[in-house]
């Protein structure tokens, strides 16, 4: 039991370490700056919801439904969820990309051990960025991604960062 709790302590002060570099502006890659995520977001169309939920009080459904509301297509990928405010979900991005094409956004609703695997799935599929959510950082997955051609953005919200969009408009 001791030896689990090392392990966590040690992943927990990996995220630390990670969140602290993102803060700092210490990261191994280089993100998209405030005007570069605006310009994606405005030259977006085609959002995959990676980590959607059909419960209304998790923050990848409120952010889906506002995303739909302002024009976005999401398309939702949960392989534990049937659909996602009518949309049907996809086991994976792959399955999503073969039943409705590439995306723009790859938005990511999950913990940061998993987003390594959802990079390299976006690179794979062609999308043009990843975009990792609040708390959501891991910059194996951002080397992944840009690596792999796609802008990256770590810990920022697709809906906050609309809303600014909206107010420069």
Known sequence: MVEGSDEARLADRGRAADILDLQEGRGSVS???QDQVLDLLTDSRRICIVGASPDRARPSN????YLQ???YECVPVNPYARDVLGIPC???IEDAVAATGSFDIIDVFRR?????AVAESAVATGARALWLQLGVVNW???????????GVVMDRCTAIEH???????
Request: proline share 6%; glycine share 8%.
């Open 31 to 33: 993100l998209l700056d």
């Open 163 to 169: 809303r600014r969009v909206r107010a420069r408009r």
């Open 112 to 116: 940061p051990e998993h987003t390594p």
């Open 69 to 71: 509301h302002f024009g």
């Open 140 to 150: 194996e997955a951002a080397r992944i991604a840009h690596d792999g051609g796609l």
């Open 62 to 65: 409120s952010v889906m439904r």
């Open 90 to 92: 996809h086991a994976s």
